[in-house]
Structures are given as structure tokens and as C-alpha cells.
């Protein structure tokens, strides 16, 4: 194996009771004994070319910088406890003697590791306690994960794992490929990146269907040096949703599924100020249910319900996706018509009218409709509203002028 002086072959063979493997200063494992794939679970094939982090948990992962830091400088590291971990994903307790690998000219090219398992004793030691604490991390509803200075995983952990993916699976994948990134400016490769200049951030983002609260920050080695990034998401889908309903609860009627008046008004308020800027005109309807209370005397308050469901559904159907259909009280609704003129709101009211007449459902309904358009017929809200609500009760008198006069 170039660069490594004679006698380590042998001295790797005739120690298969031991785990025994050379890795390069960068951590790329470059030879494996039998003793270390009966520890890790690990072929030759399967590990050499692969970075030694794939051989500690999570927690651990820091662990290795400082080792790897230790043999560029020549120095040894005997027996220190620490904890492996398998291909299959168990944890070991072990203890590692590490050497500097040196060239014929004396540069130190990697370093010798070996590695032996420490039988389990009574009580809880430290090793055995950090174990449990990763226990406890892997089940929390979390995905975590390190990168180094490239913004390679070199570690990755938590019950919130994308698509399930297990504990380091994602070791060696980049952060744009880890996060199904298109491209390196989307979020959060350029977090990442401020990241390795010291700058923490917290956003919010969605992986595989999941939306986490995310914190990002540097990860620093020996002497405070960033040396990659750490963070840590949340799962917060389960929340979001809630806070969803309980805002669409606040804006939407309970009955048809329209928003309600106080959404409406808000609306209106925001078209005005926008439409000011704009220049472009927009349109307000205000429907009146007629003969609602005949409705509910005649049939009973659910045909009514029904009744005031029908119409909603009418509403949904004849308006634009920009546009805003309301129950703004009762039995009257109104629809906000975005950039719309004197054409569009009498057909809009055309179809609403035909589609009526020509329902057969009972009880048959009938609307009365007001109209008032931006800037004609008022500059504000309440101007709008009124000029609407005159327009509707008019139309309701000539409605009731004509059944009156009906043989």
C-alpha cells in the first residue's frame, strides 16, 4: 500500500482479535482487517474509500476532527473510550489506540487505528450514558445532521429523518443533494454557506412532506475553528396544520365554507388600497337570499341551511379563482370581482341568475343583487358597501313590484 511502511500488512494480519484499520488525514479509510469487520459489520469492499465517520453515531462525529487533528500534529491517542457504530446500526463500546502512519521521508500520510471492544461491566459509565442519551435522540422527532467545510453530511440522525432514512445513511451526499435542492442558491445551501462564516439562521422548510423548523449554525472543532455546519429541524408539520385550520376557522363561514365578514372586509380594504396604486377598476356584488324566512317557515331551518349552501355553491362556481366569494351576514353574500368593468359584472350576474332559474332543486332560489364599482361609485370601503346595499334593496323592491303584480 503505498506510503505505508513494512510491516503493517503483517502486523494487521496477525491481530484479527483486534479492529484494526488505516485511514488517510482526510478520514478515508484505506485498509481493513478481519478483527474490525467483525466490530463494524463492514466487507473490506464495502468500506475502503468511504470516510471514517460512517464508524461513529452521530454524537461522536466531532470526536474525529480532533483525532485526526492530533495525528497531523504526530501525536498518539491511547485508550480512548468512545462509541462505534455498526453497519446494522447497533452501537458498541470500544476504545481506540491511534498512531501516525508515517512515508519513507518521514511525513505523516494517515493514521493506524485500533479498536477494542470494552466488555460491558455493572452500573451506567459514561460511554454506556451517552449511548442512552442517543437512544433517546435517534426517537425524537427531529432530523439533524453535520456537514464539513465542503458541505458534505458527515453525519445524520433523528426520528424526523427524510423518507425514513436511517441514522448516517446520508453520510458523504452534499447538502443540496441531502435537501433535494435544484440548484445552489435555493434554500438552504446559501444558509449553509453563511454557516461556515459564522452566521446562525432559523427557517422554515419542507422535506418530503414534512415542514421543520429549522436552526442552522457553524459546527467548530479544537480552538473554536469553524469546520462545517450544524443543525437541527423540527418537525412542526402536525402544528402548521393546526394553525392553518384555526386561521381558516377565523376567516371562513362554519355553514357554506365562504370567508366570512370580517375576511370580506379585510379584502375590500386591501383591494382598495391596492387597486389605488393600480389604477385598475374592481367590482362589489351584495346578494340577498329572497324569500329565506318563507324558506325555513315552509321547509325547516335545514332546507334553509341547504338553501344558504346551494347559493354558496353558485358563488364558488360563476367567480374567478382571483376573485372573492363572502357570506357577509345571514341570508346575504357578496362577491368581490377583481379588475372587472360594467361588462363583466353583468354577465357575472347573468350567470348567477341562469344557472338559478334553471336549477329545479327545491325549494327554487331567487337572488336579489346590488353591484358598485371602483372608483365610480365610492373611493373607500363603507362608500362601496353603501352604494352596493342601495343598489340591492332597490333591486329587491322591483323583485317584490313584480310578484305583486303578477296575475
Known amino acids: 500500500m503505498p506510503g505505508f511502511p513494512n510491516g503493517l500488512l503483517p502486523a494487521m494480519l496477525n491481530a484479527a482479535d483486534d479492529a484494526i484499520f488505516a485511514k488517510s488525514l482526510d478520514g478515508t479509510i484505506l485498509s481493513w482487517n478481519l478483527g474490525a469487520r467483525e466490530m463494524f459489520g463492514y466487507a473490506t469492499e464495502e468500506i475502503v474509500g468511504r470516510p471514517a465517520a460512517v464508524l461513529l453515531p452521530p454524537a461522536r462525529q466531532n470526536e474525529l476532527e480532533e483525532i485526526l487533528q492530533a495525528v497531523r500534529t504526530g501525536g498518539h491517542i491511547r485508550q480512548h473510550e468512545t462509541v462505534g457504530m455498526r453497519k446494522d446500526g447497533r452501537e458498541v463500546s470500544i476504545s481506540l489506540t491511534v498512531s501516525p502512519i508515517r512515508d519513507q521521508s518521514g511525513a505523516i500520510v494517515g493514521a493506524c487505528v485500533v479498536s477494542r471492544q470494552i466488555p460491558s461491566r455493572p452500573g451506567l459509565s459514561q460511554v454506556e450514558g451517552e449511548d442512552r442519551l442517543q437512544t433517546i435522540v435517534e426517537q425524537m422527532p427531529v432530523i439533524l445532521w453535520t456537514t464539513d467545510g465542503d458541505l458534505r453530511i458527515t453525519s445524520n440522525w433523528g426520528a424526523g429523518a427524510a423518507a425514513g432514512l436511517r441514522s448516517g445513511a446520508a453520510v458523504g451526499e452534499t447538502v443540496r443533494d441531502y435537501f433535494h435542492c435544484r440548484d445552489s442558491e435555493e434554500t438552504p445551501v446559501p444558509q449553509h454557506r453563511a454557516a ?29 475553528k469553524v469546520v462545517g455546519c450544524i443543525g437541527v429541524g423540527l418537525d412542526i408539520t402536525e402544528r402548521k396544520k393546526s394553525e392553518d385550520q384555526m386561521r381558516y376557522l377565523a376567516t371562513h363561514d362554519s355553514l357554506t365554507g365562504l370567508a366570512n365578514h370580517r375576511q370580506f372586509l379585510a379584502s375590500l380594504e386591501a383591494e382598495v388600497r391596492r387597486t389605488r396604486r393600480s389604477e385598475r377598476p374592481f367590482s362589489l356584488l351584495l346578494l340577498d337570499l329572497d324569500g329565506f324566512k318563507s324558506i325555513n317557515d315552509v321547509h325547516g331551518h335545514l332546507a334553509g341551511d341547504r338553501a344558504l349552501v346551494r347559493l354558496a355553491g353558485v358563488l364558488r362556481q360563476h367567480c374567478r379563482s382571483t376573485d372573492l366569494a363572502a357570506r357577509y351576514g345571514g341570508d346575504e353574500f357578496a362577491l368581490l370581482l377583481i379588475e372587472s368593468n360594467a361588462a363583466m359584472v353583468t354577465e357575472v350576474i347573468g350567470r348567477i341568475e341562469g344557472f338559478l332559474a334553471g336549477d329545479k332543486e327545491e325549494p327554487r332560489l331567487a337572488v336579489s343583487i346590488g353591484c358598485a364599482t371602483f372608483p365610480q361609485d365610492g373611493l373607500s370601503p363603507r362608500a362601496l358597501i353603501h352604494a352596493a346595499d342601495a343598489r340591492l334593496y332597490q333591486d329587491k323592491a322591483k323583485r317584490a313590484a313584480r310578484l305583486a303584480a303578477a296575475p
Open 196 to 224: 461556515l462564516q459564522g452566521l446562525c439562521s432559523r427557517y422554515e422548510y419542507e422535506l418530503d412532506g414534512r415542514i421543520f423548523d429549522v436552526s442552522l449554525g457553524p459546527l467548530r472543532g479544537p480552538g473554536g
